[in-house]
Every structure is written in structure tokens, then in C-alpha cells.
């Protein structure tokens, strides 16, 4: 986990690969963003184990996210060239959206946790009778 170990700061001729490591990082949250979504209108399909890793992965990739906000920071006191600056904030915007899209898998997580397949086997056929009838998936939900 990043937190565990020091941050090893880039030189500025680093950038492209930071920027490869924000964009994909973007990439495939969004992605997975869309498949966690799918589950919402089933959650008893997913386990806590899974919903576990969920919430790890993206706890440790948010970590990610404050370091490369640091590691544009230092870059930007180093007086970057016009065009060196241009690409910090193109990867400074990408790195918002990774929070913002980091943050949502990570609250959908915490939602989908609320009906996972141990949560269902865990309630009471009389709990499960209510949910049916009142149309309700979960303890938040109807």
C-alpha cells in the first residue's frame, strides 16, 4: 500500500509516465464504475469478500490519487515550459475526475454491501416475506 512505504518523487521527464498511470487509472474505473452499477438491482450477487476487494483497491487507488496530486504540485514549483504546464493541467482535471470517479465506486461499494448474498441468508424468512411485499432490496431501500 502506498501509505506503507516512501513516496519515491519523479523528475519532470517522468511526466508522460504518470500521466499513462493517472489515465488509465481513469480508464478503468469508469469501467468498473459501470459494471459495480450493474449489481445495484442485484446485490445478492455479489459476496462481502467481493464488495471487501472492492473497497480496498479503490481505498489504496485514492491514496494513489493524493500522491499524484503531490507529484504535480512539485512539478508545477519547477517551472515547467508553457507546454510542460498545458499537460500538468490536463493531468491535474484527470486526476479530479479519478477522485470523483474513485469516491462513487467506493460509496456504490458501501450501498451494495447492505444486500450482499450474506446479508440476504442472514434474515429471516419473515424479514425476506416484508421485503417482498413492500418491494424493498435492502435496509435503505424500497
Known sequence: ????????????????????????????????????????????VLDDSTINRVERVHAEQMEFVDIYG????????????ADQTRELDRMEAQNQQLRAATADVLALAAELRQGTIERVMGMSDLELGLQALLGSRGPDRR
Open 1 to 44: 500500500m502506498p501509505h506503507e512505504d516512501p513516496v519515491n518523487w519523479q523528475p519532470i521527464r517522468e511526466m508522460p509516465l504518470i500521466a499513462r498511470m493517472i489515465d488509465g487509472a481513469l480508464d478503468d474505473t469508469r469501467e468498473h464504475l459501470k459494471t459495480v452499477a450493474e449489481a445495484r438491482l442485484r446485490p445478492h
Open 70 to 81: 503531490q507529484q504535480i504540485s512539485r512539478w508545477r514549483t519547477g517551472k515547467p515550459s
